[in-house]
Each structure stands twice: as C-alpha cells, then as structure tokens.
C-alpha cells in the first residue's frame, strides 16, 4: 500500500508545485473578466461554482478512460503507475491546463479558434474538421457501448437503447449548461470519485495484498506485448489525451475567475490521476496474477473486471452500483461531446447560439450524421 501511497503524494504534490509553476508561467489575471461573466448568454456561457466547474470538468474528461484504461494497463504491471502518476503531472494536466486557459483568454473559443489564432487559417480549417470527426466518433462510441450493455441487462433491443441515449444527447445538447450537466453532472462525478475510493477501502480491508505479482519494473503482460510505445496509448486518458482539449472550453465558459483555472483544469487531472491510479492498482491486487486478470478481460473486458472487483469489495450494492457507472460515465462524456461539436461548427459559422433555433440548425445534421456513422461497424469505428 505504501508504493500507492506514494503515487497519489507525488500528483498531490505535482498540483502544488509544478501547478504552480504553470500557473505561473501562463500569468493569471484574477482581476480580468472571464467569458462567463463578460460573455453571459444563460446558454453556453454560464457563471457556475468552482466546486461544480471542476466536478463537471473531471466528468467530462473522464468517460471510462480512468477506469478501463488503467485495467488494460494493469497487464504490464507497477510500471503502468509511473506513467499514471508523471504523465498525469507533466503531460495530461499540464496540457488541460492551457487548453482551458487558453480558450478563456480567447473568450471562451473552442480549440481550433485557439488554435487559427496562434498556427493561422489552415492549422484552424485542419483543426475545425479534425476536432468535430473526432467528437462525433467519440459521441458514437459513447453512445453504442452504454446502449449494447443496457441491451444485454435489459433484453430490449440495442437500436432501441442508441435510439434512447441519442435523443437524451439531443436535449443535453440544446438545453442551458446549467440545467443538466451543471446541475446533475456534479453528482455523478462526486460518485465516480467515491466508487473508486470506496473500492480502495474495501481492497485495503480485504485478504488481498497490494499489488500480488511484486512490485517490479519488468514488463508483466501475459502476451508479451511492448511497454513502448502502446502502455502509453492504453492508459491515454489517464495520463494525456487530447480529447480533453475539446472538453476544457465547455467549462471555460463557465468559470468565475481566472484564479480557479489551476484548481479546475489542473487539478481535474490530478483527480484522474489518482483515480486511475485506484483502478490500476485493482487491477494489479484483486487477482493474483496479469494472467489471472487477462482471463477475465477475454470473458468480458474491463466492464467484466469492474462488476467483478465491486461486487466482491462493495456486495451486490457495489456491483449494481459499478454497473450503473460504466453506463452512466461514457454517456456524461458522450453528450458533452456532441455540445463541444455543435460549439466548434457554431464557432466556424458565425452563429449566434442564443436563440434555439440557431441550435438545432446546427446540432440536427450533426446527430443525423452520427446515427450513420452509429450503423457502421463498432470495430471500425
């Protein structure tokens, strides 16, 4: 226990220390007002609590990916935790930092108006088309993996539950921030962060020992497969993704005060960190071998992994309660993803988003063009 105890000092410390050398570094201006105060359209920019900015910032960045991720990279054993603990301080947070803050001092912009503004036009066109294929293939995805799983609990039909979630995407999408994911999102990410914690206490008070291959430097995968370069990509959005980046200016334009940045945007990664760091390090204790967690993963993959270390830490409760998380988590990233879309093509359009008219103008084709994309195969997509 002690070796992740250690981890989660070392991001606690990052936060205080090299944050603070961000922070710095950027110069905030706590005196200068921000997008939500000076830009205030009870739509998209939204005056709202630090405390509910960076709850609804660390879901939003979230999804699975500090869930699923650091079980897949359990597989290569404690040196997944390095990764975790320096890319989380030194790339992940440092990178959703200025994502945010940069988009703040540009009034709230999306990343490819950042972007035009400091590469020019055809960096800006580039990112415009990237970052919205990229959203709508993320918003798909979001929307498929709860739908197949709900399928599967329910006996419904799948198409029934994409048919379900997208139109839940459509509301969340068109509605005031404030009125959904500002006024619900907080609690499901306060949740996120007590499933994991609360797992943490039940290994800790369990028969099971921290980390049963050892603590080793070796690579541990069952398959052989490389350290480098793919422990980086399988354990991305818990140490660096830039996905993150089209999710930082949703709560740019809601913060009060240039101060909060490091808190919200720094500090919502650290908060991945540690909460990736969790499910490693289940990952790596419930089962006593990376064989022995691989053979669960090819029987149902890491959603297998998650019922079966909650429903034997927390009981039934915890295992009811884990499921609800890999349906609701993925589907608090996916809406997001198709607002951040509708802010990106509203941006290059020059439309004004006050009115709902000029919304649905904007986000209809978009869920057109995801329900395509949602009947290709979900292998390809």
Known sequence: ??????????????????????????????ERQ?????????????????KKVYLVQL?????????????????????????IVFGSIFAGAVHDYFSGMLSVRAGGASVPTVVGRELGGIAKQFMNGFAVLLL????????????????NLSGTSVPVWVAIIFGYYMVATIVPIDK??????????????????????GLAFSDKPFYAAGV??????????????????????????????????????????ERNGRFVFYGA?????????????????????????????????????????????????????????????????GDTSFRAARLILSDFLRFDQKPVAKRLMVALPLFAVGFLISQMDFNVI
């Not at 000076?38 to 998209?44: H, L, Q, R, Y």
């Not at 990916?65 to 390095?82: D, H, N, S, V």
């Not at 709508?136 to 399928?151: C, D, H």
């Not at 959904?180 to 962060?193: E, K, Q, T």
């Open 1 to 30: 226990m002690l070796w992740f105890l250690l981890g989660v000092t070392l991001l606690i410390g990052g936060y205080f220390i090299y944050g603070k050398l961000i922070e710095r570094i950027f110069g905030i201006r706590p």
């Open 34 to 50: 921000t997008p939500a105060i000076a830009n205030n359209d009870g739509v998209d920019y939204v005056p709202m609590s630090t």
């Open 59 to 83: 879901l939003n960045i979230a999804g699975l990916g500090p869930i699923f991720g650091p079980i897949l990279g359990a597989l290569y054993g404690p040196t997944a935790l390095l990764w």
């Open 136 to 151: 709508l293939l993320v918003g798909v995805v979001f929307t498929l993996g709860p739908a197949k799983l709900l399928g």
């Open 180 to 201: 959904i994911i500002g006024r619900f999102y907080p609690f499901f990410g306060a949740l996120l962060v007590f499933m994991s914690v609360g797992l943490l206490i």
């Open 216 to 257: 080793t430097l070796d690579n541990l995968h069952p398959q052989d497969l490389p350290l480098w370069p793919l422990l980086f990509i399988t354990i991305a959005c818990g140490a660096l993704s830039g996905f993150h980046a089209t999710q930082s200016p949703l709560m740019a334009r809601c913060m009060e005060n």
């Open 269 to 333: 990664m650290i908060g991945e960190g540690v909460i990736a760091l969790i499910w490693a390090t289940l990952g790596m204790s419930f089962y006593d071998s990376p064989e022995a967690l691989n053979a669960t993963l090819a029987q149902g993959g890491p959603a297998a992994v998650v019922n079966d270390v909650a429903t034997s830490l927390l009981g039934a409760v915890g295992g009811l309660l884990a499921i609800l998380g890999v349906v609701v988590l993925p589907i608090t990233s």
